[in-house]
């Protein structure tokens, strides 16, 4: 089978193993305490342009979301997301098991857009008596959001604005942050993330390490007492080095931007043998998630040789799939997909 | 001013206060073990037609809903209600302080359909890995719901059996009970209720009482413990027979009704006269809550004299607002609000 | 049977009653904020000397524990009381279900000592890694204590000292208050509990009211939003200006005190009937609870006619128990639990 | 320096990363549901003689003792606890996030008795209105304890049963399980725990594995839906074979035994070192914690060259402290700390 389902299926990249048996029998401090991930934290500040980052490392995504989360709000308080975002659908409840809902946007493209911020918080602030309503408190978008979609600078700036108008913090989950940001139409950078955001972070479980969510905040406000909230929520890890070591290996020489660049030129590959095939795509995209709609029969054939994941109904005969590159996916992966999908839409 | 804002912004029936004089200096048992409360248990079953319920009295719907919820479910469960829905959209989050998400789903009138609730089981149960999203475990609906709406019995017979299908809890909020069982379209009682819910509440606070909500518990599953769960949750008050007192004065020889039911005829009067002015109806009803929609002009004039709740804008120049009757409004403060419509409309 | 278990098995006060049928059918803004809340929240500012108190109404005492620690508390911090503290031991779990551990310190007669709360911060702040225990950040203490004991001004100085020098809040539960500071060892009063404590609570239920607990929030950093924490807990009552009502009745011109004070006499005749009898106590005490210890014997006929609480062995033939006045407790009844204590010592 | 204060400060066993590299590039199934984790549980079922175990990896400690506790009980439920159960200390308040009450019993040795536990049952079931108070639910107890003691197959027989006959859960901890179970007077093996608890783990993190715990759950009321709790919690990992992977080489064929017990030889060389110096010892012990009392003039001299961890004063002038071997402490600096501590002694 050729694995295109997701983008956490192979076990990390090479250099990684490398360090690994490199260090695997040196003593370290517990608890994240150690000199590998204060070298990773320090990679962190440079890249972003600033010295005054607090940067932790989580274990995964969800731990990392609910953590941040639970650390920024007062109990009373909401975050927003796209209805369409991770914390809002595939988490279990995971937000909600810290005591705090969220609130969902209808989006289509999985972005949350300034004006629905700014009507949410016109809104709540306009009844007679607020206290009844949760109260929104943060932004949450992904970046790719979930439909691999891509905010523009434009976007960004202004939803660094209306969170600063509202005195909103603004989070962007960055799982797959390496391939936003080496996408052929991403005009911003890590450091405009540390200034437009609150608080962000570094996907590594996607991007090329075994495990691992680079943390960054950027808002004083939200940093303190942050190492307590990894350990309430269960996230803190004994030998915390080996997060600091894969994201020194990552993020040290450029590892990390290379491979999530190859895998976008992977799937731009893909989406041109789609085009080529008049293939409609349910939105557009530049990262290494894909979302063509096929017929069910082409499907049928596809399904035999092809692990994708499904996105529901499109029309009656049709469905929408999401098709993922990785930094592990060979070449051999894409050219047998491309035929395979020439194939199909015959 | 006129108070057609709400149904709670008056004290309580005559018989009630009268009660508290007669009680007010005798001694009882403390946290709801006391007659008073072992009364008004036995009445609310007799009403019923069930033996076998258990009931509980507390303070208010937010805290009812919030305890009855989180007794009921394990911490990655989670209920469905319409978008409307009061623990959606007015309880300051407090579903999701117990740690449980709200599941909203898209509604007009109010109301979830049991093609809904299907849907969302399908959805949920044929997810390859569905430990990714909460599980829904309960159906939670109004009787009225927020807009003022009925479910026929077909409705709620319907929502039963969907419920009994895929193993959920039907949980009806009867915050305003009083008024949907009085109403001329109502073809449901108390003893259908007990039959298809597993656990419902009768409301007092809005419909006659100081303060005070029965929950009538018919699922021996939900039964075990709930004192603990009241108290846990901060809900247990020290005078429990302030409850059992309130409920036995209402319920005993049909005040309860009677009130609600003079309410939803002088709702029946503004309707008419709105009905007579070609107002148009948000949605239409039969209970004491009404949903015109009027000009921002002829609302300009009726805000001097009436407090009404907004409901938001229906197009550029008109308003949808909401007029409550209660147990409490009397007969001039109809005729007032009716003439000043008569006004208005012209 | 005489009613010696609790000081909250009667009604209330005549003059609650009074203003109840008084205003019991006028329409009031809902959710507290009405004239009568305003009011009664002036008189309690009043009292306390400082304009810019702020202070809500709360229908029970755990709710009012729940509500006010899970409003201070960051999700990692702790609240740290006596062993005997009611939040530890009698609120099923209430502080937490809010997310928080409860710290409990060993104390004989239920008071809590500066000394103690320094060891613990030392011992906390010492740790070479702090973040893998709870962090202490709020002191709850009882007055009187739930052994009926009394902090001395010079008690309460140092906790609040100690407090401030550790960044620690300072929490006083005052749902005997009024017994407390009417009692005539009590060296603080109303001002200076303003001073000393960042929030604290006058209770109602307890002394004369139906039902109410009076937070007082003196610390601005504790005051923000405090009406979504009550919404969110499940708190808000509908009909908030009962409560408003109960606490001007009591506090206007000092009807909480007086009765407060009745209580003490009485139960001082009950303590010098038990010295005459030379019955040891369990803890000495001023207030309206008395703590003898009787012989299995004398507490068996005791118990045919008085109601109180066991408080378990003293020793393999003798028991300590509870007897409690209140502000309805009758001269009568009085006279005959002092027979019937005469009768049982011999 | 010497590395003593704890069991986790290297990397991984020789035999992991052999794996790791062999597997680093294959393609696996997300979240646990993947060969190697499937053949790890099947031999963690063998060992433990017992078809019929539920087996989930998860990554620490903390998560799997907050993910275990919240899954088994009800809100109103407590878990019990020695005072020094690293639930209770050493977790910043982890369970109490999940909204339960650990309800701590004295402890000299770390270890809960049976007879405590039955005490605890009677006086909350004796109470007038046990619903006042959290129902206790779950025994959870550490092996060896935290404290380094052992229970005997005796105490644990006691502890089963008197759990079973009050209907609560026993839980153990068995983050240092290879220590004990090799410890040479452990009378009890996996068998014995499957047959005795209803849930408890097996500890990799800090017996040669990278990190890793894993839970088998003997009780079926506990082992429906596990994984939505994993995930509610933030705890499932999205490449789960790599706990699978570590697993199944630790167990295999008895590596996790064989390192443990030699940690345990190393420590015993230790023990034998501390006793023929007449150091006394804050609890004896079997296993790779040490406990012993040195006097401050002595820790002086050894704290620049041995890493331990304090324990705190034992007299003026004197501390405890620990010292802990593990899988991966070598011969020599065993041999150099023996020639350090019969120094220190003089």
Not at 44 to 62: K, M, P, Q, S, W
Not at 151 to 166: D, G, I, M, P, S
Not at 187 to 214: H, P, S, W
Request: with cysteine.
């Amino acid at each position: 089978m050729l694995y295109f389902q997701n983008d956490y299926h192979a076990g990390c990249h090479a250099e990684i193993l490398r360090r690994l048996d490199r260090f695997s029998q040196r003593d370290f401090p517990g608890y994240g305490q150690d000199e590998l991930c204060g070298k990773a934290a320090d990679t962190i500040r440079r890249l972003c342009g600033r010295e005054d980052l607090a940067v932790h490392f989580l274990v995964g995504g969800t731990q990392t979301n609910l953590t941040v989360i639970a650390a920024a709000l007062r109990p009373y308080q909401a975050v927003t997301a796209a209805q369409s975002g991770h914390i809002h659908v595939h988490e279990t409840g995971a937000v909600e098991a810290t005591g705090h809902k969220v609130l969902a946007l209808p989006s289509r493209d999985g972005k949350v857009t300034a004006a629905q911020v700014e009507q949410l918080m016109e809104s709540h602030q306009s009844q007679e008596d607020p206290a009844h309503e949760v109260q929104p408190k943060m932004v949450y978008i992904s970046y790719p959001t979930e439909l691999g979609t891509l905010y523009t600078r434009q976007e960004l700036e202004a939803l660094h604005r209306v969170c600063r108008q509202y005195g909103l913090y603004l989070f962007l989950d960055g799982a797959r942050l390496g391939y936003g940001l080496t996408a052929k139409d991403c005009d911003v950078n890590l450091q405009d993330l540390a200034r437009m955001c609150d608080v962000f972070y570094i996907g590594g479980t996607k991007v090329g390490a075994m495990f691992g969510e680079a943390v960054v905040i950027a808002n004083p406000e939200l940093a303190g007492d942050f190492r307590y909230m990894i350990k309430r929520q269960g996230g803190m890890l004994a030998k915390g080095w080996l997060l600091g070591l894969q994201f020194e290996a990552l993020l040290e020489d450029g590892l990390y931007f290379r491979i999530a660049q190859k895998a976008n030129d992977q799937a731009d590959r893909i989406r041109k043998t789609l085009e080529d095939g008049a293939v409609p795509m349910l939105v557009p995209g530049s990262t290494n998630q894909i979302f063509p709609i096929l017929s069910d029969s082409a499907l049928k054939a596809l399904s035999q040789k092809v692990l994708y994941t499904d996105m529901g109904p499109a029309d009656e005969t049709h469905r929408a799939i999401r098709l993922c590159t990785s930094w592990s996916t060979g070449d051999e992966a894409v050219e047998e997909l491309c035929r395979l999908l020439e194939a199909a839409k015959k």
